[in-house]
Each structure stands twice: as C-alpha cells, then as structure tokens.
Nanobody, 113 residues
Framework: QVQLVESGGGLVQPGGSLRLSCAASGSIFSLYPIAWYRQALGKERELVARISFGGVTNYADFVKGRFTISSDNAKNTVNLQMNSLKPEDTAVYYC???????WGQGTQVTVSA
C-alpha cells in the first residue's frame, strides 16, 4: 500500500511563499491524477490543484496565478509552489490520489502577520 507524506508547511507572512511537497512511498505513476486539497478550520475540504500523468494541470479559481502544481516522477513527489499567500490560504493542505481514499496526513499552512 503506497503512502503519501506531505511536508513544507509553516508560518508565513502575507505575500510570502511556501513550497509543499508530497512524497509517495512507491512509484507515483500508478497514482495519477494527484491532487492537493486544503481544509480550513470549520470549513469543508476543497480542491486546490490537480495534475495528470501527462502534466495537465487544473486549479481552483482562488489560487490561479498564485499556485503551481508540479511532479517529479524520478523522486516520486508532487509539489505545490504557493506564492502571494493570503491569510485566507491558511489551512491544512493534503495530498490525494484523486478520486480515492488515499490521503496524506496533511501539513499546516498559516498565513499571518
């Protein structure tokens, strides 16, 4: 059973950047598409971005132009580069094999002055 482990979260000021990483314990080829979700306190989990095997990407409107999802098949990782962060981006960010119940444990992102 492949496992997903997120890293890279932390505290950042508004306007700052963070790079999240999702590492798979095995090959990610069989996991595509792979997605990043987030869940803020008291809110439902929402899709942030998704990447397919061929590199096609999709983004939620609220992150378009600020976040970039990418994958490194050699390293079995999927990354989420987050720029121009806003306080409303504060949430736990999760990696997911899209459409399945395979989730990582999440990494906290806090955007605050």
């Amino acid at each position: 059973q492949v496992q997903l482990v997120e890293s890279g979260g932390g505290l950042v000021q508004p306007g700052g950047s963070l790079r999240l990483s999702c590492a798979a314990s095995g090959s990610i080829f069989s996991l595509y598409p792979i997605a990043w979700y987030r869940q803020a306190l008291g809110k439902e989990r929402e899709l942030v971005a998704r990447i397919s095997f061929g590199g096609v990407t999709n983004y939620a409107d609220f992150v378009k132009g600020r976040f970039t999802i990418s994958s490194d098949n050699a390293k079995n990782t999927v990354n989420l580069q987050m720029n121009s962060l806003k306080p409303e981006d504060t949430a736990v960010y999760y990696c997911n094999e899209y459409g399945t119940n395979l989730w990582g444990q999440g990494t906290q992102v806090t955007v605050s002055a």
